[in-house]
């Protein structure tokens, strides 16, 4: 059988944006993916459909449980396999990755080592600390402080390390740390210089604790932590008060509940994220086919048979493109008017390359008909609505009660989302634990599914303490008649205006907080 390779990869030191695009690459197409705990969830995430996922324990594991995994990814590569080895950090800084290595260079497997982010180097960059700056020093030294989980340091030439000065970047285990600050200072390290203690770094928990080496000591001592940490020490850090980005994000450290559909979910998540949020997917709703298709492909064969198209999602955009395409062309699309139900279904129509005529100035079925009243009389004008199957029926009634004679077929269906991946948070223990700040809905739908896994009385005691924020007014009205308090909603019922307006809520918090 011929032998597969190995990819030693370097995921970087938490975040998951920060793994190489070359290493996304090979981890896309690997057979086996090997990984340290430590690996976010979503980079996993990337893996192709049926690989094989095994989680190998701890980052930098000790004696026995290193030469185990070394054996198994050659055990995996020899039944021809490609196998991605995922690191914590980069695979050569203070971890196993040169004796996997050279395990397989003995064995004559192939691998290759795709470098990462050290955290070293990754770690104070999120906590606004530059390793290196003109005049801050000529060297930079990474030092090892986890070698076991005793309170003994690790054997270094302390000394040594104070008389070169420069900055200092210390892997440091919990038990170890109040040894290595009180180890550097009864060694020649002033006790007043400058430094910081990174736990969970480049995380959305990121926790920075700045002060004098003597300080921190004091600091590890009284509140001693079970989590590792980078220390840095050095003129360096003085920059953290000027150059901190990571953690001074409207939403850093925040906890939003995305209840979108997951394919769907993509840009408020990534818009949460750019403001320091950490999102925990959940959705409550999946979009599917409608039962019956032969409607809306009746539909869409002749678009010059309707006068104007009313689109009030963008789910209904998507269904009746592609019912569209699939028939014909946009050059169909010609001779009627578009609406939109909101800007956010007209960017979706924009996509194809095709602007709403009408959009209604309040983002709303009611408003519809007033819009198109405004373009032009209604008696007599042929209108195609399609539609969610649990849409609401008032914008048909007021159209036909207008005189417009009105198609309204099923372009889709919104059912309760059941299908729950590995990896998949605990929602409902977040919610006892306190661990959600913010709920998302995006769409009744998910207000009434959200309820219905939660039964009524308990879902609105779950969010009793928790933010509620509603994309807009139809939404907010589904979760206040089920007993949810809406405690956010944008003026503009976008994606884009729901995260703004999440920002906007949580900093007038800290302002009223402040004063």
């Known amino acids: 059988m011929q032998l597969g390779i190995v990819y030693l990869i370097g995921a970087g030191p938490g975040d998951p944006g920060l793994i190489t695009a070359r290493g996304l690459d090979c981890l896309r197409h690997a057979d086996v993916v090997i990984y340290d705990h430590l690996i976010a969830a979503r980079t996993l995430q990337h893996a192709r459909p049926g690989a094989e996922l095994l989680d190998v324990g701890t980052a930098a594991p000790q004696g026995m449980a290193q030469e185990a995994i070394s054996i198994l990814i050659g055990e995996k590569a020899r039944e021809g396999k490609v196998v991605a080895r995922l690191k914590w950090g980069d695979p050569f800084v203070f971890d196993g990755g040169g004796e996997e290595a050279l395990f397989l260079h003995e064995q004559g497997i192939p691998f290759e080592v795709v470098p990462g982010v050290p955290a070293g180097i990754g770690v104070p960059a999120y906590a606004g600390v530059p390793v290196s700056y003109p005049g801050g020093g000529d060297t930079i030294t990474l030092v090892r402080g986890y070698e076991d989980e005793s309170r003994t340091p690790p054997d270094i030439d302390w000394a ?51 002060g004098t080496i003597a300080e921190l000591e004091g600091v590890v001592r009284e509140r001693p932590r079970r989590e590792p940490a980078i220390l840095v020490i050095g003129r360096v850090v003085g920059f953290r008060d000027h150059l901190r980005w990571f953690d001074s994000r409207p ?12 394919e769907q979910a993509a840009e408020l998540v990534d818009r949460l994220r750019a403001l320091g949020a950490e999102p925990i997917e959940a959705p409550m709703i999946r979009i599917l086919p409608p039962d019956d298709s032969a409607p809306l492909h009746r539909a869409a064969e002749d678009p010059a048979a309707f006068d104007w198209i009313v689109f009030t999602s963008a789910n209904a955009v998507e ?29 979706r129509l924009a996509r ?33 609505l399609p539609r969610s199957d649990i849409g609401r ?77 509603a994309i807009g007014p139809v939404t907010a009205e589904a979760a206040r008649q089920l007993g949810i308090h809406v405690s956010v909603q944008p003026a503009t019922y976008t994606v884009a205006g729901l995260v703004d307006a999440i920002a906007a809520h949580f900093s007038r918090t800290k302002t009223i907080e402040t004063v």
């Open 352 to 384: 194809y390359g095709i602007k709403a005529d009408v959009i209604p100035d309040e983002f709303r079925a009611e408003a519809v008909l007033g819009a198109l009243a405004h373009v032009g009389a209604l008696d007599g004008a042929h209108v195609l």
């Open 251 to 262: 939403l850093f450290g925040r906890r939003v509940l995305v209840t979108r559909p997951r």
């Open 319 to 347: 269904a009746y493109m592609n019912a569209v395409l699939a028939e014909r062309d946009l050059r169909a699309l010609k001779g009627p008017r578009l609406c939109t139900v909101g800007t956010g279904t007209a960017d």
């Open 160 to 210: 040594s390390l104070a008389r070169l000065g420069g900055t200092l970047v210390c892997y440091a285990g919990a038990q170890q740390l109040p040894r290595i600050l009180e180890a550097l200072q009864s060694h020649g390290w002033p006790g007043d210089d400058a430094a910081v203690i990174v736990y969970n770094g480049t995380l959305p928990n990121q926790e920075t604790i700045a």
């Open 393 to 469: 029926e008032v914008i048909v009634e007021q159209l036909r009660a207008a005189g417009a004679l009105v198609t309204d077929v099923i372009a889709y269906r919104t059912v309760l989302e059941e299908t729950h991946r590995e990896g998949d948070p605990d929602v409902y223990r977040m919610f006892l634990e306190g661990r959600i700040d913010v709920v998302t809905f995006t769409s009744p739908s998910a207000v009434r599914n959200f309820v219905k896994v939660y039964g009524a009385d308990p879902a609105a005691d779950l969010l009793k303490n928790t933010t509620v924020a």
